[in-house]
């Protein structure tokens, strides 16, 4: 059974920072391109970054500068490290795994800005 599951989501005021895992289970992590997405209210989801089995990143325009994905395959292991938060990151996080026509995702993590 293959299960993502994600943690760090939480209230922070503008300007801090937070960092979400994602933890894989029943599946290598290794093989997979791997992706943070959010979806806020109202809105359609949309990929935040992304980052491949080779570790080559990608980010939205809007993320630039402040966000940073990386894995550790060892661990089975994503991350998001989210600095300079902004009210307008507030949203539902969601961890994506991506295989060929494999295709997970986590139940989502709340992240809240204040201003």
């Known amino acids: 059974q293959v299960q993502l599951v994600e943690s760090g989501g939480g209230l922070v005021q503008a300007g801090g920072s937070l960092r979400l895992s994602c933890a894989a289970s029943g599946i290598i992590l290794s093989i997979y391109a791997m992706g943070w997405y959010r979806q806020a209210p109202g809105k359609q989801r949309e990929l935040v970054a992304g980052i491949s089995s080779g570790g080559t990143t990608n980010y939205v325009d809007s993320v630039k500068g402040r966000f940073t994905i990386s894995r550790d395959n060892a661990q089975n292991t994503v991350y998001l490290q989210m600095n300079s938060l902004k009210p307008e990151d507030t949203a539902v996080y969601f961890c994506?795994?991506?295989?060929?026509?494999?295709?997970?995702w986590g139940q989502g993590t709340q992240v809240t800005v204040s201003s």
């Open positions: 994506n795994a991506n295989w060929y026509r494999s295709d997970f």
